[in-house]
């Protein structure tokens, strides 16, 4: 059984379902709960009736690697399966957007410096419009459907993207030598107002609604741009488009790695653990 990121879930399924075809084993049953929602089941404890494999757009965290020891589960392998980038796509219909991390900071943040302005004291977010963030952007209301916090997609983009914004305010980044606690809470807390509008773990429902409202944005994984360019176009950062090319050489600023974990006790107990790794490492699976 597979648990985890929405946005591994289509290429865990894609080799869940060869694997299921080619050899002897049984297809595993692949869920998409997002990475944090995976990692918390599989760390539940060892047995039958938790997952073998989380799949996550993010590395685990500490804390998750003390959860899960807590509850027995001691030797976890963790799987480097690829690179990608976060998103920010309108429908193709609406005119493309040229964003900066420091505009998608100052569009979702919780708390701004006054005025946009560096050195600005920390005010609640005051700005509705996309204008109001830079007079280079329409005058659309800010409304960005993306993941809700169990999600790895939203960890990386509170931390690629947001803190990538707040730290191009000098005022803020002295804040991490001095108040590292503060300086999280500020850079990576997004606006409650419904500026920001948690739209759960299913990126294809983000892409539909992006395709009935031409205002909004979203946020995903750049296999839902790649499998919806009919429909979809994705917005530079910081004058970067979000290519294959782009994402894989680094050049995208808002680009992650992609793992899944494998529960060692597991191996042996659970039949086809060790085939269903080789399928999806081998040259067919992950090749170009």
């Known amino acids: 059984r597979i648990v985890g990121s929405s946005t591994v879930f289509p290429f865990s399924t894609a080799v869940a379902e060869t694997f299921g075809r080619s050899t002897k084993f049984r297809t595993p049953v692949v869920e998409s709960t997002g990475s944090g929602g995976g990692l918390k089941l599989f760390c539940a404890g060892v047995g039958t009736s938790t997952p073998d494999i989380p799949n996550a757009s993010r590395r685990i965290k500490k804390s998750e690697v003390a959860r899960c020891a807590k509850n027995g589960v001691g030797k976890i392998t963790e799987v480097k399966v690829g690179f990608d980038g976060i998103v920010i796509a309108n429908a193709k219909s609406a005119p493309p957007m040229k964003l900066t991390r420091r505009f998608l ?3 979702l943040a919780k708390r701004v410096p006054a005025g946009n302005k560096d050195g600005g004291k920390l005010v609640a977010n005051p700005n509705k419009t996309w204008k109001d963030v830079d007079p280079s952007l329409p005058a659309i209301k800010i409304e960005v459907l993306g ?3 169990t999600s790895g997609t939203r960890d990386a983009f509170d931390e690629l993207a947001m803190e990538g914004g ?3 305010f ?9 108040d590292k606690r503060t300086f999280k809470a500020v850079c990576q807390g997004l606006r409650e107002d419904g500026a920001y509008i948690e739209a759960g773990e299913n990126d294809n429902l983000i892409v539909q609604k992006l395709v009935a409202n031409k205002r909004a944005l979203g946020v995903f994984g750049f296999s839902y741009l790649d499998q919806n360019g009919d429909k979809i176009q994705g917005s530079t950062v910081d004058g970067v488009a979000p290519s294959f090319e782009n994402i894989s050489d680094g ?5 992650r790695s ?6 060692n006790a597991h191996i042996g107990s659970i039949p086809g653990i060790k085939a269903y790794i080789a399928e999806f490492t081998s040259e067919k699976a992950w090749g170009p």
């Open 105 to 107: 900071y100052l569009a």
């Open 166 to 168: 707040c730290k191009t």
């Open 251 to 255: 050049k995208y600023p808002i680009s």
């Open 258 to 263: 992609l793992y899944f974990y494998v529960k």
């Open 147 to 149: 993941p809700p916090p």
């Open 170 to 178: 000098a005022s803020i980044l002295a804040l991490k030598k001095s």
